[in-house]
Structure formats: C-alpha cells, structure tokens
C-alpha cells in the first residue's frame, strides 16, 4: 500500500517512524522531506498546501492512505477535495476543521453544547461599537483577561494579560489593528483559568470516540515555563495527574459531546480531535480544540503506543467505524526534548551545519525526530527552521526518561543550539514526592 503524510515537521517525522512500523511493507512518502524522513519515505516535491496537486499525485498513483499533519491544508479543505475524489484520507472537513480554525466557533459550539470551558465574549471589526458599549461589562466579569485572535495564528494569536484593562487595550488593538490579519479580525476576549495543561488526543469516526495516552507539552521558551510562548520546547507522557477517572470524564464531559455536537451541526469531525485542557478546581475545562496531532506530544505518544496506529487511521480515512478499538500502551515513560536554534521563537538562523553524533543510533529507546532539518546540496544536514530536532527517550520511570532525552539531545551539536534541560519537572517532582 501507498501511505501519503503531508507535513514535514516532527511530528510528521513520529508519523512516518510509527506507521513504518506498523506496515514494515507499505511504501511511504512525504511532502518534501526533511533532513531525518528520507530513510524511512520518498520524498515528493508538492507543497503540503498544493491540494490539487496532492491530490492528482494520490489518484494517480493510487494511494491507499494520506495522513495530513499541519491544520492549515485541513483548514484550506484538503481533505474535502480527496473525499470528492474518492481517495481515503485521514483528517476533518474544512467544515470540522474549524474546531480550531476559528475559535468564534469552537467557543460557539462549547457554549451551546454545555461542554466546560473559559467564560468569553466574542467581537468583530466590523462591529467595534458593540465592542465599546461592552467594555464598563467587561470590567465586571471577573478575570476576562486573555485575549484570543480567532483565525489560525500560528500560536501567536493568544495574549495572556495580567489585567482586565491591559486585555481591554490589547484586545481593541487587535480588532483595529491588522497586527494578527484575517485571523484578527474576529477576537475573542476570555476568562483566565488557573491550573495546570493536559493534552488530549482522540482518534474519532465522527461518532466513536477511541482517546490516547494523554500529555503535557511546555511551550514556554525559558526553563522554568518562562518568557514567550513557542510552538512546543519538550512533551512527555504518561501524565500522573490524568488518572482513569479524570479521563473518563474527559471523555464523557468533552470528547464525547464535542463530536455529537459536530455531527448534530452537520460537521462530523473524522480525525484526530486533540482536546487542550485545563484542570482546574472545578474540573477540566477546554482552553482550545485542534483539528489535528499535537507538536511535540505526537513524538512521546506515538512510541509509546504498542498496537497498531495503522489500523484506526485506515479505518477513519475509509469511512468505516472504529467502534470497539481500543489502543495499548507500552508501561514505560516518554520524554521529548526540543532542539531550538538560537533567537527561536524570534529570530534566528537557518543553513547552520548539525553533527549528531552516530552513538545515538544505537541507543536503545532514544528516537531522533527531525523538524527544521534539510540536507543542503553537498549533503550536510543543515538547520532550516526554529526547532530542529525533538529527541525522544523511554524508560521506566519519567525521570530516567527525561534524563535520557536531555543526555541524547547533548549529543546533537549545531552553533546556537538551545534547549530546555527541565522537561517534565512538576512530573519529576511529582513522582519524587509519591516515592518518599
Ligand atoms: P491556545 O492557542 O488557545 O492554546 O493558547 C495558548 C496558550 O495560552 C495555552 O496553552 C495556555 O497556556 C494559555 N491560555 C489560553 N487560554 C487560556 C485561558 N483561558 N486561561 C489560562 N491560560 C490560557
Ligand atoms: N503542542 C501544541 C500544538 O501542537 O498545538
């Protein structure tokens, strides 16, 4: 069978290492591979947004599987131009996608359905007035103090403020402004929840809903979680504080209700619904849906998932039901750690030389993910975007696993390397305190 990923970061790198392994027979490609895919896949050269040209590329070629990895081509309707096609993919509607395309939407479909999450209000540019007649509300509704662009930014379009006022400001920029673009134009104004992050992922036919090993991601550039937000600096899984029961109800208070709510608007969502979590005092609410697999968590939840990732994925992308799969996890510990090049998430540079050093290959349970990686034309592998490189370990417990990972990203050197040495620290802590 032909297997298509579009994407070419991390996770996409965990996509293809997990499905090889699945179907050690299946011919795999990827939309123009990095620096660390071309063992495993044939590297096509069609952009991941080239819907038309992916999808000619799947029909002719009689692709059995495409898995799409990045929401902007879910958001640009990729997969309803291979559904129209006929050609099995796995990934949401446009439609379904925009669970995380526009969080007017998902906070509109939260509220209507009764699924927990932040107090909010919604504005538009066109409509600033309202926006004004609001404000002297606003101030009385408690902590409405982020500030949330609703198109896709790139998750830059969240601004945590310290006060009511200051989100006030920031939020009338944003509608004025042009700052954030069409992604701006729409803002959503919300209650602060207090607590810490879970992600979860969940495998869904639009009806059933089969949820994964759930994570915690840091996105804080500094150890410590601080200064500005990035795309992902580390993930590990298991998480301690998501115990069967909390997930459970996840499971019937979010995830289940989040798809019935898709499905009665007449948007089932079939894909990989990630579900961002705060548990908070009063019990996990929603901070934001995504419409795909997270980056970095896809790089500690894939190794250890023991069954088959295939199967489920196949079955979504046929249409078919996945009612009575279940999943089985390996009992060991996963940690990421991201490798930055220095300035990320500002500026940086790329085409800078990486040496790994080959010991790691030979590691036992240490996977190298590449991101920003190419081969430059003379064959060294090169640094080309923010983060480089994810590398994973597994192992018993989370703080064998996450000394491993810090151990193995070591041994990767480039000029300007920057990673965080405090992956999974409240984990760590956590388990520490239970074991004394
Ligand atoms: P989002 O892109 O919506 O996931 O927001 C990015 C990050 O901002 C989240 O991962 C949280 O750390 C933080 N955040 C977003 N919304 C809230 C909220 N309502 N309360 C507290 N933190 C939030
Ligand atoms: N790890 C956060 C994300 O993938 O959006």
Same mark, same amino acid.
């Given at each position: 069978?032909?297997?298509?990923?579009?994407?070419?970061?991390?996770?996409?790198?965990?996509?293809?290492?997990?499905?090889?392994?699945?179907?050690?027979?299946?011919?795999?490609?990827?939309?123009?591979?990095?620096?660390?895919?071309?063992?495993?896949?044939?590297?096509?050269?069609?952009?991941?947004?080239?819907?038309?040209?992916?999808?000619?590329?799947?029909?002719?070629?009689?692709?059995?599987?495409?898995?799409?990895?990045?929401?902007?081509?879910?958001?640009?309707?990729?997969?309803?131009?291979?559904?129209?096609?006929?050609?099995?993919?796995?990934?949401?509607?446009?439609?379904?996608?925009?669970?995380?395309?526009?969080?007017?939407?998902?906070?509109?479909?939260?509220?209507?359905?009764?699924?927990?999450?932040?107090?909010?209000?919604?504005?538009?540019?066109?409509?600033?007035?309202?926006?004004?007649?609001?404000?002297?509300?606003?101030?009385?509704?408690?902590?409405?103090?982020?500030?949330?662009?609703?198109?896709?930014?790139?998750?830059?379009?969240?601004?945590?403020?310290?006060?009511?006022?200051?989100?006030?400001?920031?939020?009338?920029?944003?509608?004025?402004?042009?700052?954030?673009?069409?992604?701006?134009?729409?803002?959503?104004?919300?209650?602060?929840?207090?607590?810490?992050?879970?992600?979860?992922?969940?495998?869904?036919?639009?009806?059933?809903?089969?949820?994964?090993?759930?994570?915690?991601?840091?996105?804080?550039?500094?150890?410590?979680?601080?200064?500005?937000?990035?795309?992902?600096?580390?993930?590990?899984?298991?998480?301690?504080? +998501?115990?069967?029961? $909390?997930?459970?109800? =996840?499971? &019937?208070?979010?995830? *289940?209700?989040?798809? /019935? !709510?898709?499905?009665?608007?007449?948007?089932?969502?079939?894909?990989?619904?990630?579900?961002?979590?705060?548990?908070?005092?009063?019990?996990?609410?929603?901070?934001?849906?995504?419409?795909?697999?997270?980056?970095?968590?896809?790089?500690?939840?894939?190794?250890?998932?023991?069954?088959?990732?295939?199967?489920?994925?196949?079955?979504?992308?046929?249409?078919?039901?996945?009612?009575?799969?279940?999943?089985?996890?390996?009992?060991?510990?996963?940690?990421?750690?991201?490798?930055?090049?220095?300035?990320?998430?500002?500026?940086?540079?790329?085409?800078?030389?990486?040496?790994?050093?080959?010991?790691?290959?030979?590691?036992?349970?240490?996977?190298?993910?590449?991101?920003?990686?190419?081969?430059?034309?003379?064959?060294?592998?090169?640094?080309?975007?923010?983060?480089?490189? +994810?590398?994973?370990? $597994?192992?018993?417990? =989370?703080? &064998?696993?996450?000394? *491993?990972?810090?151990? /193995? !990203?070591?041994?990767?050197?480039?000029?300007?390397?920057?990673?965080?040495?405090?992956?999974?620290?409240?984990?760590?802590?956590?388990?520490?305190?239970?074991?004394?």
């Amino acid at each position: 069978m032909k297997i298509l990923i579009v994407g070419n970061g991390g996770r996409e790198h965990a996509l293809l290492w997990k499905l090889r392994r699945d179907a050690p027979g299946a011919d795999l490609f990827v939309t123009r591979a990095n620096g660390g895919m071309g063992g495993l896949a044939t590297s096509l050269d069609i952009a991941p947004g080239d819907i038309g040209g992916l999808a000619d590329w799947a029909a002719w070629n009689g692709a059995g599987l495409t898995v799409v990895g990045p929401e902007i081509p879910l958001d640009e309707g990729i997969v309803d131009a291979f559904v129209a096609r006929g050609l099995p993919i796995f990934g949401p509607t446009q439609a379904a996608a925009r669970i995380e395309s526009s969080k007017a939407f998902s906070k509109r479909l939260m509220r209507d359905y009764g699924i927990p999450t932040a107090a909010f209000r919604r504005y538009s540019s066109t409509d600033i007035a309202t926006f004004d007649a609001d404000e002297a509300k606003l101030r009385g509704m408690g902590e409405l103090r982020v500030v949330k662009a609703s198109g896709l930014a790139a998750g830059k379009g969240v601004l945590v403020c310290e006060t009511v006022d200051e989100a006030i400001d920031a939020a009338r920029e944003m509608l004025a402004g042009d700052s954030f673009g069409a992604a701006g134009r729409e803002v959503v104004i919300e209650e602060f929840m207090h607590g810490e992050e879970l992600s979860v992922f969940a495998l869904t036919d639009g009806t059933n809903v089969v949820p994964m090993l759930p994570a915690q991601d840091h996105k804080r550039i500094g150890e410590g979680e601080t200064g500005p937000n990035t795309g992902g600096m580390g993930a590990y899984a298991p998480v301690a504080l +998501a115990t069967p029961e $909390l997930m459970r109800q =996840v499971t &019937e208070e979010i995830l *289940r209700p989040t798809v /019935a !709510a898709l499905a009665a608007e007449g948007h089932p969502f079939r894909g990989l619904l990630y579900a961002g979590l705060m548990l908070t005092e009063t019990g996990p609410r929603v901070v934001e849906f995504n419409c795909r697999f997270g980056d970095p968590e896809t790089q500690v939840v894939l190794p250890l998932l023991a069954s088959s990732l295939l199967d489920p994925l196949l079955a979504i992308a046929r249409g078919e039901s996945i009612a009575g799969a279940s999943l089985e996890w390996r009992s060991d510990a996963a940690v990421t750690t991201v490798l930055a090049s220095g300035g990320y998430p500002g500026d940086y540079h790329s085409g800078i030389p990486i040496h790994v050093d080959p010991a790691i290959e030979s590691m036992d349970d240490v996977l190298v993910f590449h991101a920003g990686t190419k081969t430059s034309a003379d064959g060294t592998l090169v640094t080309s975007g923010g983060r480089v490189m +994810a590398v994973t370990a $597994l192992a018993p417990t =989370v703080g &064998e696993a996450a000394e *491993r990972s810090r151990a /193995a !990203a070591d041994m990767v050197g480039f000029d300007g390397r920057y990673f965080r040495r405090d992956i999974a620290h409240r984990e760590v802590a956590r388990t520490e305190v239970a074991r004394a």
